[in-house]
């Protein structure tokens, strides 16, 4: 199951970790960084934070208004966050949110010997997080302030975020215009945030926390590269479902009301964010992913009580984290470094893909939903007659394909209540499933033409009751999200 448990760790000069600033935008890989310095807490300090709108760094004057067990509660002065609230929060922190995130996606026992032999004990990966910052009470700073995002002006906002520069010395950040806190932190928003919503504002928490852990556990592994957008993205959408205790609604009805009308013609997270000529075709990334996972999760009974961790500590950062964790491919042997020298890899990918396609369009067969009655009534709408362009990943359902398609368009035909899916030609079914089978997501990527016929949904597809038009912003974005959507303008 998990791979890594030790590491040599140079605690002054940290030459052997590699921390990659994620900054909710910033990719910047350093090789090294400075010992960090916890200074004396005080009733009030100044804290940095980034202008989602902007870009831009400013500081935000805050109070500390309560120390947990685990955690201590800052808010920005204006804020208006009494005490009784803090004490709230880093209870709910402490006692509920915490340790259901570290029991599913931490290591836990974590022993480190640096070069004179000196060997540290976490308890978990938050832990190690608060000593890496140079903390030594293995508290989580949680700072609330009202988040700059435009909001009302804009019908979105963002929730939270957690920003891996923080673990870097105080202040400037040599060579670059971002700024650290020097401290393990996440930032959580007062308005609407949690003046709005209190339950989507802990289940933020959770969200953020798992991309704390999953930022550190790159550092810890010394992994290459920070995991792909949404594979930490998919990962987060599960700490919400674990601390809600039930599929968040915005997921599964956005899903079905497909309000930005991407998700009929394939939208889906592979490629994060490829589909920005719609503002809000983002959240159909963060719908499918949730369903990714869900599924996922569901399709692997054996697999539940340790997959997520298996994901969050693989040695891959692409999707081979999910085919090393499902499909328990041998990945130590040299030549599957390459994947041209390793088909096996996209083969069993382009496999895995379909069938979570395929299980959209009849969520109630054997490699459906299984086990979920809520996500047993999605419903995706065939796409209309037309040529198509497909990115990698993405899929659509037809009765059948003319002329000439793209070299990584691949078809299935697939039929209610069958539990084959049929890859041969004629592609005998119900309907026929056209998807991208690139494994290249990368913002670059091209897309590929196919030209499709109508399909008219299943009766059985068409006579479930699902409840539209209920879904009113404003929506949570993510920062990192919300800064390329306003790049973008």
């Known amino acids: 199951m998990v791979k890594?448990?030790?590491k040599i760790y140079n605690r002054d000069n940290m030459t052997r970790i590699k921390i990659i600033l994620w900054a909710a935008l910033l990719t910047v890989m350093l090789a090294s960084c400075s010992l960090l310095i916890q200074e004396e807490s005080t009733e009030e300090d100044n804290f940095w934070a980034q202008n989602t709108e902007t870009g831009e760094y400013y500081?935000?004057?805050?109070?500390m208004l309560y120390e947990g067990k685990k955690c201590v509660i800052w808010a920005e002065k204006d804020a208006q966050i009494t005490q009784q609230t803090a004490k709230e929060i880093a209870n709910e922190y402490d006692v509920k949110i915490r340790p259901k995130i570290t029991e599913t996606?931490?290591?836990k026992n974590i022993y480190i010997k640096d070069e004179n032999d000196k060997t540290y004990h976490f308890n978990d990966m938050l832990d190690f997080a608060n000593?890496?910052?140079?903390?030594k009470d293995g508290k989580l700073t949680i700072l609330l302030l009202d988040i700059k995002d435009g909001y009302p002006a804009i019908d979105s906002y963002v929730a939270g975020y957690f920003y891996g520069g923080n673990f870097y010395k105080k202040g400037n950040i040599p060579g670059t215009r971002y700024y650290s806190n020097g401290r393990d932190m996440?930032?959580?928003?007062t308005y609407p945030g949690l003046g709005m919503d209190p339950r989507q504002t802990y289940a933020t928490f959770a969200h953020e926390l798992q991309h704390l852990i999953n930022f550190v556990t790159t550092v810890l592994l010394d992994r290459d590269f920070l995991m792909?957008?949404?594979?930490d993205e998919g990962l987060s959408s599960q700490a919400e479902y674990l601390y809600l205790g039930e599929n968040p609604s915005i997921r599964y009805e956005w899903f079905n009301e497909d309000k930005a009308g991407t998700i009929a013609k394939g939208n889906n997270f592979f490629v994060w964010d490829n589909h920005s000529e719609e503002p809000l075709a983002i959240l159909d990334d963060y719908a499918t992913v949730y369903l990714f996972f869900r599924w996922l999760y569901l399709q692997n009974t054996g697999l539940q009580s340790h997959i997520f961790l298996d994901i969050e500590?693989?040695?891959?950062?692409?999707?081979r984290a999910i085919i090393d964790t499902v499909k328990n491919i041998d990945h130590n042997k040299p030549e599957w470094d390459d994947d041209e020298k390793n088909p096996a890899w996209k083969d069993n990918w382009k496999t895995l893909f379909m069938t979570w396609l395929a299980a959209n369009y009849y969520p109630t067969n054997s490699y459906g939903y299984t086990g979920d009655p809520v996500l047993q009534t999605i419903t995706v709408k065939p796409v209309a007659g037309s040529t198509i362009l497909l990115y990698p990943g993405e899929g659509v359902y037809s009765n059948s394909t003319s002329g000439t398609s793209g070299s990584n368009i691949r078809h299935a035909g697939i039929a209610e209540n069958t539990p084959t899916i049929n890859t041969s030609s004629p592609y005998t079914g119900d309907v026929l499933l056209t998807f991208n089978a690139n494994t290249d997501n990368r913002?670059?990527?091209?897309?590929?033409?196919?030209?499709?016929?109508?399909?008219?949904?299943?009766v059985s597809q068409a006579a479930r009751t699902i409840q539209t038009g209920t879904l009113t912003g404003p929506y949570v974005i993510d920062a990192r999200d919300m800064l390329n959507k306003n790049k973008k303008r």
Do not use: C
């Not at 996440?186 to 928003?189: A, E, L, P, Q, S």
């Not at 792909?228 to 594979?231: A, E, G, H, K, S």
């Open 4 to 6: 890594y448990k030790h």
């Open 59 to 63: 500081q935000v004057r805050a109070e």
């Open 105 to 107: 996606f931490s290591m």
């Open 131 to 135: 000593w890496i910052a140079g903390g």
């Open 186 to 189: 996440i930032y959580v928003d």
């Open 228 to 231: 792909d957008t949404w594979i």
């Open 313 to 319: 500590t693989s040695a891959f950062h692409d999707y």
């Open 443 to 458: 913002s670059t990527a091209a897309p590929e033409a196919v030209t499709l016929t109508n399909v008219s949904p299943p």
